[in-house]
């Protein structure tokens, strides 16, 4: 049986066999509905959906939560038998706290009786994807923007950035700003994420933005109630928020700038290798013309030496930057587990908890 990659990302949860040059099998939502009884009835019937996020910003903080939802993806989704469980890769986010690793690693071989586990950050992940063990990553999520520098498999901590706003940030910006142009229009939540991954771009630099707040073309959306939405320049403004966070109201410097920055606070004998190994990867990442703007700001960045994103090998699936930690997790999986570098059932039940530390690194 192949072990098991899993990565849980605020918005969408990636799992899957160990299988690196396929899309992992099942990429769900990690939000969930909990039906909760709200005492409205008198005959206990009435009931009503509260709505749960297991992950947070990159982390889990609903440990009952993920739980039951690693319950439905491990045997109802892959497919695992009670009594004959397999070996489980996580993905760590950047700056995963000790205690999470420790409460992750108890859950899996406590309550889900696994036979082996390894976690790895996703940083490392991300360039194992595209065939890397030295670069830096940009990874926009939904919850948090991660740079990391990372020589030889191991990440540069202490220069490393996280960034507290994601794609959740930038789908809020979206509906503040169609509210504006269409106050009649009652927008979901859920609706505004929709319109941002079919609408939402990047204009070419600041001077097109600039234009597009002047000048722009009108689509009218039909929203599932019936309603009808009109999208003009807001869908640049999503985009632009990344590269001028004066938008979202941040008094920071943009995503190329930042990651120039970054790579400078690492000794000076790695910055090309790290800048000339640039990989995107998280969802945000595909917004349309995300890639061409930040290979333009590249070009005009402060460094001497200018970042170069490194183009995922062609065998490998598509949209791969939406899910390369997972890949890269798929890719790890085929070593450490066979050569028996994970943590096994006998190391947690001499150590406990802590051995993780040890083992994952």
């Excluded at 009594?83 to 690693?105: C, M, R, S, W």
């Excluded at 450490?336 to 690194?361: I, L, M, W």
């Amino acid at each position: 049986m192949e072990a098991v990659v899993i990565d849980a990302g605020s918005n969408l949860l990636k799992a899957g066999p160990a299988i690196p040059d396929q899309s992992p099998s099942m990429i769900i939502p990690t939000q969930m509905k909990r039906m909760v009884e709200d005492g409205s009835s008198a005959d206990g019937s009435g009931f009503q959906d509260v709505t749960i996020d297991p992950v947070v910003r990159g982390f889990i903080k609903d440990w009952d939560a993920m739980e039951d939802l690693l319950h439905h993806v491990l045997y109802t989704g892959l497919g695992w038998e009670v009594g004959n469980e397999g070996q489980i890769l996580f993905t760590d986010p950047l700056y995963t706290p000790k205690a999470v690793k420790e409460q992750l690693v108890q859950l899996l071989f406590e309550t889900f009786n696994v036979s082996g586990f390894y976690a790895s950050e996703q940083a490392v992940l991300s360039l194992y994807a595209v065939g890397r063990i030295s670069g830096c990553t940009v990874d926009i999520g939904h919850g948090k923007i991660d740079v990391a520098p990372v020589l030889e498999g191991a990440v540069q901590h202490i220069a490393s950035r996280r960034f507290e706003i994601g794609g959740f940030d930038l789908t809020k910006l979206l509906a503040q700003e169609l509210s504006k142009s269409n106050p009649l229009v009652n927008l979901s939540f859920a609706d505004a994420e929709k319109l941002k991954e079919q609408y939402s771009c990047c204009a070419e630099d600041e001077v097109a933005y600039e234009r597009t707040q002047e000048s722009y073309e009108t689509e009218e959306h039909t929203l599932p109630d019936g309603q009808v939405i009109k999208i003009g320049r807001e869908r640049y403004t999503v985009g632009e928020a990344l590269f001028q966070p004066s938008i979202l109201g941040l008094d920071t410097h943009g995503i190329v700038e930042q990651l120039v920055r970054t790579i400078s606070t690492v000794s000076s004998e790695n910055h090309r290798q790290l800048l000339e190994n640039t990989v995107l990867c998280g969802g945000t990442t595909s917004l349309i013309g995300f890639e061409d703007r930040f290979q333009k700001e590249a070009s005009l960045c402060s460094s001497s030496i200018r970042p170069s994103l490194v183009k995922p090998p062609e065998y490998m699936p598509e949209n791969l930057t939406a899910y390369s930690a997972w890949v890269g997790g798929a890719i790890l999986a085929k070593v450490v587990f066979p050569q028996n570098q994970h943590v096994t059932k006998a190391d947690y039940d001499e150590t406990g908890p802590s051995v993780v530390h040890r083992k994952c690194f």
